[in-house]
């Protein structure tokens, strides 16, 4: 039974990003450029976003006992300012042409699908060495490997195994939620780039923190469930103020009505009798 909802849990990543955009589509007819857009961003992000946190955890080292919350809040921020200034920067120097509701929206659920697709790969990957290790069939491969080792992956499948049903299903609703939190982002920045004003993009950088910090802070100091409602919660606020700030897509430009044609004057021809000889038949 928890296998089967480990599955599902999986599913649920892809069909998260995959129903946004299909919506998306469906009613805005955003091209997948825009999406293909966002999903680029986020991983440029990720370039500069992971080996900075790697830098930094190195030079800081954090007591995780007395400095939790100091930590979450560095990497909740990092989060939001790395991601967020990307969508700002492709907005502005890359994506010029999305600057409608539509547009920013198909540019989010990029953004934030390739990170659910990623997450549900990641996810599979694990899941699926953890079934083959508990049906024996990795016990020659991991003949070879340290016992230290193979300990850790008998604590990992342990673990997994032995959640709760409804804990089972928490990745896959974190990603709902998340691609929702992506699409809200994605407005605050796209208004940012439009109205020239920045506290759009800090309001989206915030928004992205305090996502990040206070699902991890509630899932250390209270349990799983009370994340996942802390997200449930941004994610509706999230969704209002996408339906709030909703608008109608620019209609196109008429076409410009073509010159009229220039007058054709038609010069007589003389008919003579020979011209007209030539002209029979026979």
Known sequence: MISLLLIVNGVL?????????WLIRRYRRMPWSLWGI????????QVGHI??????LRWWQPDPTRQFIPTILFLGLSAGLF???ARYLTFRFWAKSARSWGAG????AGHGGIEAVIIGLLFFNQLVNLLLYRAGWLDAALATVP???VELLDAAATTLFS???YEAMLGGVERVFAVCLHLCASLLVLRAVMSGKLGWLA?????HAFANSGAVYLAQTVSPLAAEGFLLIVALLSLAFIFATRTPEPEPPPLEPLPPPAPVTLKPVPLDGDKLDESRFG
């Open 13 to 21: 990543m892809f069909l998260a990003p995959v129903v946004a955009v």
């Open 51 to 56: 080996p900075f946190n790697g830098v930094v």
């Open 105 to 108: 929206l198909m540019v989010g």
């Open 38 to 45: 966002g999903a680029a961003t986020f991983i440029l992000s």
């Open 147 to 149: 016992p230290e080792q």
């Open 203 to 207: 309001a989206a950088i915030f928004w």
């Open 163 to 165: 959640l709760p049903w």
């Open 83 to 85: 991601e967020e200034i």
